[in-house]
């Protein structure tokens, strides 16, 4: 099993910055792929961004790319998501979530096995 805790989320104005991070505990030398996802009041959860263990190829939705930057860190087993250009849009819960196989561009919900509790992070206008 794996254990996911996210952190750092908050509000904050638009236009501004803000850093996520994923602590993982447990059976992380089993994990292949690591994910950021969103699910905003209303909507389905979303893909964010995904890398792999390696952490040599990072993949991003559309909206995010260029504004968003996902990194893994091996030694201390973290997965931050710095959001910079926050805009209203980016309004949402943020989840990290992690799957022992597969690749990394493959980016539905139902195919991530371990999945943290959510941080909320609030974009005002």
């Known amino acids: 099993q794996v254990q996911l805790v996210e952190s750092g989320g908050g509000l904050v104005q638009a236009g501004g910055s803000l850093r996520l991070s994923c602590a993982a505990s447990?059976?992380?030398?089993?994990?292949?792929?690591w994910a950021w996802f969103r699910q905003a009041p209303g909507k389905e959860r979303e893909f964010v961004a995904t890398?792999?263990?390696?952490?040599?190829?990072?993949y991003y939705a559309d909206s995010v790319n260029g504004r968003f930057t996902i990194s893994r860190d091996n030694a201390r087993n973290t997965v931050d998501l710095q959001m910079n250009s926050l805009k209203p849009e980016d309004t949402a819960v943020y989840y990290c979530?992690?799957?022992?196989?597969?690749?990394?561009?493959?980016?539905?919900?139902?195919?991530?096995?371990?999945w943290g509790q959510g941080t909320q992070v609030t974009v005002s206008s």
């Open positions: 979530a992690a799957r022992p196989r597969g690749s990394y561009e493959e980016v539905r919900p139902d195919q991530f096995d371990y």
């Open positions: 890398v792999p263990w390696d952490g040599r190829t990072t």
């Open positions: 447990g059976r992380t030398f089993s994990i292949y792929v």
